[in-house]
């Protein structure tokens, strides 16, 4: 297959976004251009890319708040799906948050999307016993 994973840059945000909408990632709530410039401009967060052939066809939000890791963003090319590349972002995000001294990684997945629960569950992720609450500015 020859995926290979490389950090985002400021030049790969409009192909990202594009990658986050075609997965359905996507809400009107959220402003993915700021979540991209916002993530690429603090040093406890990065985009990782996966590239086939220079080919954008995966990416992963991945950051570090000083106490767990959290993912974000995990797209694959609608076209590339089920060929390990969700798989080898996982890998590295979960690299990356190892090398920053986390201790554990999270992520939230909506309640209705069995398929991404799925998925994790077969890299070994569990569900969690918790409730998140949240607030908007």
Same mark, same amino acid.
């Given at each position: 297959?020859?995926?290979?994973?490389?950090?985002?840059?400021?030049?790969?945000?409009?192909?990202?976004?594009?990658?986050?909408?075609?997965?359905?990632?996507?809400?009107?709530?959220?402003?993915?251009?700021?979540?991209?410039?916002? $993530? *690429?401009? /603090?040093?406890?967060?990065?985009? !990782?890319? &996966?590239?086939?052939?220079?080919?954008?066809?995966?990416? @992963?939000?991945?950051?570090?708040?000083?106490?767990?890791?959290?993912?974000?963003?995990?797209?694959?090319?609608?076209?590339?799906?089920?060929?390990?590349?969700?798989? $080898? *972002?996982? /890998?590295?995000?979960?690299?990356? !948050?190892? &090398?920053?001294?986390?201790?554990?990684?999270?992520?939230? @997945?909506?309640?209705?999307?069995?398929?991404?629960?799925?998925?994790?569950?077969?890299?070994?992720?569990?569900?969690?016993?918790?409730?998140?609450?949240?607030?908007?500015?």
């Amino acid at each position: 297959m020859g995926v290979s994973i490389r950090a985002a840059t400021v030049a790969d945000r409009e192909a990202t976004v594009a990658l986050w909408e075609a997965a359905g990632l996507t809400r009107p709530w959220n402003d993915p251009r700021g979540d991209f410039d916002l $993530a *690429l401009a /603090t040093p406890t967060s990065t985009i !990782l890319l &996966a590239e086939i052939a220079a080919a954008l066809e995966g990416s @992963v939000m991945v950051g570090f708040d000083g106490h767990r890791g959290w993912v974000y963003y995990l797209a694959t090319a609608p076209g590339c799906r089920g060929q390990g590349i969700g798989h $080898a *972002l996982m /890998t590295a995000a979960e690299n990356w !948050l190892k &090398a920053l001294g986390s201790p554990k990684i999270q992520l939230m @997945v909506r309640g209705d999307n069995a398929s991404a629960r799925g998925f994790y569950n077969s890299l070994g992720y569990e569900l969690q016993d918790v409730v998140t609450m949240g607030k908007r500015f």
